[in-house]
């Protein structure tokens, strides 16, 4: 039983990884493309609507998915009960919230500065009644550690704005093509699932089941939400504040430089989540844990974010293309606030998950956004320049109040944890500087490569020469396959061995 529980979770994980992996890759993708079709303002718009949208499948999900997953059922009827009682409460939410939204599209348009946009705000919502049905599928999949299922269908309704966005976008030129792509995305997903699903909804409702679901998925349900306010209260500070156009920069910005953070974090983060809440028993295993999840992505994200810092201009250029130029120093600086954040910050919120402290996640995110809010109002009022520093400093708060905290409940100190990192830190300055000694040579596009491909041989050749880093670093199969293949390098052999 648990030798097969162990090939599931590894399965599970594999396919996992290879998903977010390739959704992540994807994503830039596709913006790198509408980017240069659709202008800022566009996205402004699509980031108002988003805001309204997501807040309100929060509360249609009402955080059931996380009790379908985790909680222990007697047998196979309890569960089929109890995901059908979590279909028919957020159904009838979202048909609730759904028509709420309609009756009230023109005020909440107004309520955004953009009257013009009741129409469009009702037919976006219409992914909250689809949702519901994707949802609790994607709940039942990863219970059974099905991501094989889940890989699939992702990636079909990944591909949608190949087929859909991008096509609409080249004829209209406008949002409309960015919403019915996700729309039409959001149907692949509820419509592949549903068909691949062995559970089926039908005519049952338990209020014993319901209470039972509702009390256990209260905390997830508040940390939910406070971090939907995190994400979404700049989009209406900024939308409400200053034009379209500078909030599509200021979401564009954000978006871009984590989509490619997450291509590291995205994979990892589930993963680790799995194993510290399998080890919390066991502070010395879960300790050595923690910090080489730490080490590992610490060792790529902290020069990526090193790196678009010093290189933020080509990266803008590239990325987003010439009329996104304006937004080339937020991209630079949330880039290296949000490395800092990735390494120090963002698994805390994991840390205090596994150890079954969620109101301290909550906590968290509640005094970082006591923080946040006014000083985005107080800086959307001065400049753009002013509001976007501002925006990425605060987030520096968040990551010392996680710090404090992890201190607190967990006697693990920030000193320990700087010291794990350090060698990627030192490196990354070191390259840093390497850096910027190069750009002075010359401002030639094809120089600026050279320079990036120079820094990233004095990075690696600084990681390689340090034990710890050097052994984790070759722990990955690919890694540890290129290299044996390079001959001059004299690796030794038993670190190679598998």
Known sequence: MSENFNSKVVKATKWSTITEILVKILSPITNMILARILTPEAFGIVATITMITSLAEIFADAGFQNFLVQHEFKNKEELDNSTTVAFWSNFVLSIF??????ITRNQIARMLGSPELGF?????????LLSTFSGIQIARYRRNFDFKTLFFVRIISSGVPFLVTIPMAMIYKNYWALLIGTLTSNIINAIGLTIRSEWKPRFYFNIKH????????????LDIITMWLVSYTGTFIVGYYLSDYYL??????????????????????????????????????????LFTFQRMISMFVMPMGVGLFLYRGLATKILLGSQWTEAKDFIGLWALISAINVIFGQNISEVFRSKGKPHLALLTQFLHLVVLVPALVITSQISFRALYITRSLVKLEYVFVGLVLLWVALRISFLRILKNVAPTIIASLLMGCIAIVLQKVSNAVIWEFISIFICMLVYFGIIL??????SDLIGIKLVRKILSKIKFLKINEKILKD
């Open 97 to 102: 919230i759904y028509v709420l939204i309609f």
């Open 120 to 128: 469009a705000i009702s037919l976006a919502s219409l992914s909250i």
């Open 210 to 221: 319901f209470k039972e679901m509702f009390s256990f998925s209260m905390w997830t349900f």
């Open 248 to 289: 599509g920069l200021y979401k564009i910005s954000m978006t871009t430089v984590d989509s490619y953070m997450a291509i590291i974090t995205g994979s990892t983060a589930t993963v680790l989540f799995a194993a510290l809440s399998r080890l919390k028993d066991n502070q010395k295993e879960y300790e050595k844990t």
């Open 465 to 470: 020469s340090n034990r710890t880093m050097r």
